[in-house]
């Protein structure tokens, strides 16, 4: 397999993008193919179920009767749904950039940022504890060969500070990446089970800390102010519209930065790394990383061969440029009969890239 270096690759398109503001974009469309495999989260059994172990799905979700309707309701997959109900109709929220640049960040004057500082108590951190997966469920996820992750030890630095444990009910849950001040972005299986039957994670029940380790949440916590997805994913949990997006209360990505995404084209043998917070490596409490290389893809979908473990669902698939990460995709799904001996995730695709600013330009 050819391989295209991290830095060659950036360097040619960052020329692009900059030197002659040109840039090749890639949509999404409802036929694109899609992985009909298990769902990467970290859930305990005994709590309330957000998201999906498998994608069964297919009718049309009702929104929340009391909410306001920004846009006529429509079954474009990528239309923009809110935890509240509210449907904004994916051709009012066209972007005109394919590229959203980050922020490295500063650590100074945390407490300013409105993050909740107040420690993990013990109760909390032995929630966290006993919601590692049953043995059965790590095994049925994808360590492809020998286990290639290594930890980030502690993840204080850029981009990985960025990089934020998802917790629900204080269980270890999810993974998710900030891409500006406020706002996180995650797999839509982390804020909605997927499909009509599917609930929405209840707000409260959220907390997310960016840079943690170990009981260590040297950024604090911020909780949301409310959750986004697809239609797609909402209506009928199509993998290939698996995406979710968290307004945060807070402004911690001031003081962690945020990464930047944008449209990749081409991502064929691109080398890649993906962080996050595997249930496997104590109970989903220590952040780690693992690099491999974009095997084939789709208009919608990246596959390749990095290790993750559930609880890395909704990780950043990024390359990195200078001092600034840039995410191509979303971690969302392990290996599958369909594609055995690749992971995957949902490819940052023009339409993708319009839902994750859209919110971002929210208040």
Same mark, same amino acid.
């Given at each position: ?27 999404? +469309? @409802? ?43 429509? +079954? ?20 005109? @950039? ?72 204080? +269980? ?192």
């Amino acid at each position: 397999m050819n391989r295209i270096s991290q830095a060659q690759m950036l360097r040619t398109r960052a020329a692009t993008v900059i030197l002659i503001a040109t840039f090749s974009l890639v949509g999404c +469309n @409802s036929s694109s193919s899609s992985v009909d495999s298990t769902q990467q989260d970290t859930s305990a059994a005994n709590t309330t179920v957000v998201a999906a172990s498998t994608i069964d799905s297919a009718s049309t979700a009702t929104p929340a009767t009391n909410s306001t309707v920004l846009a006529a309701p429509t +079954n474009t997959q990528y239309s923009l749904v809110s935890s509240s109900g509210q449907v904004t109709d994916s051709s009012t929220i066209q972007q005109n @950039s394919s590229l959203s640049f980050g922020s490295t960040g500063s650590t100074t004057n945390t407490e300013s940022n409105g993050a909740d500082m107040t420690p993990p108590s013990e109760a909390e951190l032995a929630a966290m504890k006993i919601s590692t997966m049953p043995t059965a469920r790590i095994i049925q996820e994808s360590i492809l060969g020998f286990d290639t992750r290594y930890q980030i030890n502690p993840p204080n630095t850029y981009p990985e500070r960025a990089v934020a444990l998802i917790t629900y009910n204080n +269980n270890s849950h999810c993974t998710g990446w900030l891409v500006s001040k406020d706002t996180l972005v995650t797999a839509g299986h982390c804020v909605h089970g997927g499909g009509s039957n599917g609930l929405w994670g209840t707000l409260s029940a959220f907390k997310i800390y960016p840079g943690f380790s170990d009981g260590n949440a040297p950024y604090g916590f911020c909780t949301p102010k409310e959750l986004y997805s697809s239609s797609g994913w909402i209506s009928s949990a199509d993998s290939d519209s698996d995406i979710g997006i968290i307004k945060l209360n807070c402004e911690v990505g001031n003081s962690t930065g945020y990464l930047s995404y944008f449209v990749a084209n081409p991502v064929d043998n691109t080398a890649i790394t993906i962080n996050g917070y595997p249930g496997d490596k104590a109970s989903g409490t220590q952040q780690w990383g693992s690099k491999g290389t974009v095997s084939n893809s789709t208009a919608s979908k990246l596959y390749y061969d990095n290790d993750t473990i559930g609880g890395m669902s909704g990780s950043p698939v990024w390359v990195k440029n200078g001092e600034t990460a840039w995410a191509i995709g979303i971690h969302t799904n392990g290996e599958s009969i369909l594609s055995p001996n690749t992971n995957s995730g949902t490819r940052i695709s023009q339409n993708v890239f319009d839902l994750i600013t859209a919110v971002k330009a929210l208040p």
